[in-house]
């Protein structure tokens, strides 16, 4: 089993920048993928990037609107996969969750090992 905790959100200004890490423990995630997601009040969860965990290559795939404003990156020393987040818009106000998956997917259904999640909030 495999647990994941993330961290890092909170409240920033529109224009901001925040980092948010998920940190993983349990079992070794050797050949998985590790996916961002956020979801607001009354909408459905919203895929944000994806990275595999570990191996020569890093290998990610990002929501395309979101593709330059948004960064993933991992540390397999660390256990952590990171999420940057840069020029921030009040749109971007939501809980922010990582997951696991064995296969690469923007679909939401095919994650699992869900953390707890980390509010962001965007003031403008």
């Known amino acids: 089993q495999v647990q994941l905790v993330e961290s890092g959100g909170g409240l920033v200004q529109a224009g901001g920048s925040l980092r948010l890490s998920c940190q993983a423990s349990?079992?070794?995630?050797?050949?998985?993928?590790i996916g961002w997601f956020r979801q607001s009040p009354g909408k459905e969860r919203e895929f944000l990037a994806t990275?595999?965990?570990?191996?020569?290559?890093?290998?990610?795939n990002y929501k395309g609107s979101l593709k330059g404003r948004f960064v993933v990156s991992r540390d397999n020393a660390k256990n952590t996969v990171y999420l940057q987040m840069n020029n921030m818009e009040p749109e971007d106000t939501a809980v922010y969750y990582c997951?696991?998956?064995?296969?690469?997917?923007?679909?939401?259904?095919?994650?699992?090992?869900w953390g707890q999640g980390t509010q962001v909030t965007v003031s403008s």
């Open positions: 349990g079992r070794t995630l050797s050949g998985y993928i």
């Open positions: 990275i595999n965990w570990s191996g020569g290559g890093s290998f990610i």
């Open positions: 997951a696991v998956s064995a296969r690469a997917s923007t679909e939401w259904t095919a994650f699992g090992s």
